[in-house]
């Protein structure tokens, strides 16, 4: 991902990285998915591979099983959207099955 398109990319607020409080619906706090895209971003979205194995570790981590093939599109579908934190909140919610 060139530089330009890391400026591009919506940066995260205060009062969202402050917004822990997690509603039925959202599985992940939005400091973890602050976090997770920053590794993204961090890397260059490396290759989708990489990504899609940071996905899973990711939900791995929490608790959640997670199909490789699933991953590596989701991962695709978020370097598309320019690692922007909705899809990849999206994204994630799909992908995390319950162990």
């Given at each position: 991902m060139t530089a330009?398109?890391?400026q591009m990319n919506t940066k995260v607020t205060n009062d969202q990285v402050k917004n822990d409080v997690r509603n039925d619906k959202?599985?992940?706090t939005m400091t973890e998915l602050a976090?997770?895209?920053n590794?993204?971003?961090q890397g260059g979205m490396i290759d989708s591979y990489e990504a899609a194995e940071l996905l899973q570790v990711f939900l791995m981590g929490r608790g959640y099983g997670v199909s490789p093939k699933a991953a590596l599109d989701a991962a695709g579908?978020?370097?598309m959207a320019g690692c922007?934190?909705?899809v990849l909140m999206h994204e994630?919610?799909?992908l995390a099955m319950v162990m």
């Open positions: 330009m398109n890391n959202d599985r992940f976090s997770l895209r590794d993204l971003l579908r978020v370097e922007a934190l909705p994630l919610e799909n």
